[in-house]
């Protein structure tokens, strides 16, 4: 055996300094005043050379040198030599597996998002905490194809095929790592040049960590996340951060936060919607008010100026048939002033003075009733054609008006039926669609009330548009997604009053939600239970879907 065999293992490990970082995925959270530090000085693996250094016995020379060693002496020889080379091995082996005990490993999932860290080593053990892309881990131990690990301030076991180690992990973690410097002075200035004359353009606190952007020796550029500055390298510390994975409890109230900021947001949005519509509606409103009233006006206008008209047309009739029975007495007058002429002319022939007398009397009495009866008929004609040229004139103005009315709402390009001030809603609200849809409207501040279907006390989503359709004999599913899959299919750029449609979600059918539309790209819908039931416009968010249920 070579006594002189020497075996020597070189590693380096890296070493979290103190506590841990609450991080969820592989990016870097803001830093704040009071977050632990995690630093890590090298993350490089085991570096093992193996120095065989063959110590050589005189005796051993000498005895080999001979011709006469015996049989007994070359085996014995052989099986220390295999003993030997079988102990080395074994030593080889658990140097290597010990050898990642106190280094980085580090989590690369892919596509499948995280690793779970476990209880026990385990796959069938509970769940404690998750490792995400690029987050890092202590071994601390190994039981089987298991790494007992830390990472954050989750401790558990994580299958060893899962983890990338030794260089392979130093690699990623030279990507991965964040240079950050942690404040040691109760407030630290940051200023604009790495100057004490520069200007001061913010404050840093006590044990704030901040992004590390350059050492420059006596001075640090350092980001706070929103400001970039340098602060004096005398008063920060300098470390490595890696982004760690973090516990189930960790998990579980990251999330609920997110949702619950999320939900805030959406809540948010909400208010701010509503509150826009509202002031667009009163907008549109006292417009409307405005141009109904100025139609309204023209309206009065036109109708005054058409009764006028009317009269006058009257006038104008009533003057004419004057000169018409003024024609007739005219004809008359001169039938008869034509008879006495001829009386007068027989009586000439008679020679009878007293007759003569008489026929010339009456035949003067008549021509002059002809003749007044004639300045009458004229006066009569003159009348008449001036009540005509005045009714045509008031004709005249009654069809400007109706001409000012139309071209006013023309110009504007707006429908009349929108500004017209009647007090019928009949005709609106003839169609089954309409009726549908004045229904659903009536619940709007009505309570959301999940898996509900009353629209006075509560209802969710799909059990608002079941019990609205149900009102008009129109029996649905329960659900949204079920709702989605019946009807007829509907193109989104063709909506009509009293279509449903559909928003994407965690529903059967990848449907979360189901809103009713009410024309003029608006949908009601039972939202949220922070908002009840409400009117959205139809792309509030993004439909996906959309069936109709009630038919032509």
Known sequence: MNKGMKKHVMRAAACFVTGSMLVGSSSMAAFAAGTSLVGVGSATVKEASVDNTTEETDAAT???????????????????????AAEEAAEETEAAQSSMVGTIAVAQP??????????????????????????????????????????????????????????????????????????????LMVRSEPSEDADVVDTVTADQIVYLEEDLGGWAKISTGTTEGY??????????????????????????????????????????????????????????????????????????????????????????????????????????????????????????????????????????DAQATADQAQQSAYDAQAAADQAQTAQDEAAAADQTVYDTVSDAGIDTSEVTNTTDDSSSNSSLRQQIVDYALQFV?????????????????????????????????????????????????????????????????????????IGDGKVVHASSSSTGIIVSDVDYRTPVSASDYIGD
């Open 62 to 84: 000498e005895d080999t040198a001979t011709e006469d060693t015996t049989v007994e002496e070359t085996t014995a020889e052989d099986t220390a030599t295999e003993d030997t």
């Open 110 to 187: 892919g596509d499948e998002t995280f690793f779970y860290i476990r209880a026990n080593a385990d796959v069938n053990s509970d769940v404690v905490g998750y490792l995400y892309d690029g987050n890092c881990a202590t071994i601390l131990g190994e039981e089987g194809d298991w790494y007992y690990v830390q990472s954050g301030g989750c401790t558990g076991y994580v299958a060893k095929y899962l983890l990338t180690t030794g260089e392979a992990a130093a690699s990623v973690v030279e990507q991965v790592a964040t240079p950050v410097a942690q404040v040691n002075a109760e407030a």
């Open 231 to 368: 602060v004096s390298a005398d008063y920060v510390s300098y470390a490595t951060y890696l982004p760690q994975g973090e516990s189930q409890e960790e998990a579980e109230a990251r999330i609920a936060e997110e949702e619950a900021a999320y939900q805030a947001w959406l809540d948010e949005q909400e208010r701010q919607y509503q509150e826009q519509l509202a002031a667009e509606q009163a907008e549109w409103e006292a417009q409307n008010q405005a141009w109904i009233e100025y139609l309204q006006s023209q309206s009065d206008y036109a109708d005054q100026a058409q009764a006028t008209a009317d009269e006058a047309q009257a006038a104008a009739d009533q003057a004419q048939a004057t000169a018409d029975q003024a024609a007739a007495d005219q004809a008359y007058a001169e039938q008869v002033a034509a008879d006495a002429q001829a009386a007068l002319d027989e009586a000439y022939n008679t020679g009878d003075e007293e007759t003569i007398a008489n026929a010339e009397a009456y035949a003067q009495q008549t021509a002059a």
């Open 445 to 517: 501040g009505n309570p959301y009330v999940y898996g509900g279907t009353s629209l006075t006390n509560g209802t969710d989503c799909s059990g608002f548009t079941q019990s609205v359709l149900a009102n008009f004999g129109i029996d649905i599913s329960r659900t949204a997604g079920q709702q989605s899959q019946g009807g007829t299919s509907v193109d989104l750029n063709n909506l009509e009053p009293g279509d449903l449609l559909y928003y994407e979600g965690s529903g059967d059918y990848g449907i979360g939600h189901v809103t009713m539309y």
